[in-house]
């Protein structure tokens, strides 16, 4: 499933030179994510409600070419893969000219009451079901990682 979120960039987003300013895409990327699980069912506020919430834990950025103060850039959201604890996203951004300006990968790491990294495959199986329906399911292995790193993170 791939979601789309139109930007228009603000002034305030870019540099002297008018160009949108480096550190301005992963905030695009959280708006992707926003629209990504509304769109889904599953508003963040609904999932924070329930008692998690959600930590970015990686972000990689690569920058194709610039954007502009005047643009109507397409962010293009992707679920890539997900385990019991961890999300990965994929992001894509084109400019107006269908070009590809900005691509990027996040990865969140589900997080209890007390901030804790949470398996919701266990506590919360609904929520688990969805995301790997549209991820395409998860990988075994890496839900064997991120027990092993469940048991030692909570010793």
């Known amino acids: ?4 979120t ?4 603000r002034y305030q987003e870019t540099d002297q030179m008018g160009v ?22 599953m508003p963040f506020h609904e ?8 930590a970015l ?8 070419r610039p954007a502009y103060y005047g643009d109507e850039l397409e962010l293009m959201t992707e679920l ?12 894509e951004i084109y400019n107006q000219k269908g070009e590809l300006i900005n691509t990027g990968l996040t990865t969140l790491a589900w997080l209890n009451e007390n901030f804790k990294p949470q398996n919701i495959s266990r506590r919360y199986p609904d929520i688990y079901e969805k995301l790997t329906r549209v991820a ?8 064997k990682e991120e027990e092993e790193y469940l048991r030692n993170f909570n010793r």
């Open 47 to 54: 999932i924070e409600k329930r008692g998690l919430s959600q």
């Open 6 to 9: 139109k930007i228009i960039p």
């Open 20 to 41: 949108i300013h480096h550190s301005v895409y992963p905030v695009w990327y959280e708006c992707g994510r926003t629209d990504f699980c509304k769109t889904l069912g």
């Open 136 to 143: 395409g399911g998860e990988n075994r292995q890496k839900e």
């Open 1 to 4: 499933m791939r979601v789309k």
């Open 57 to 64: 834990v990686e972000l990689n950025v690569k920058y194709h």
């Open 80 to 91: 890539v893969a997900v385990t019991g604890v961890r999300l990965v996203f994929a992001y």
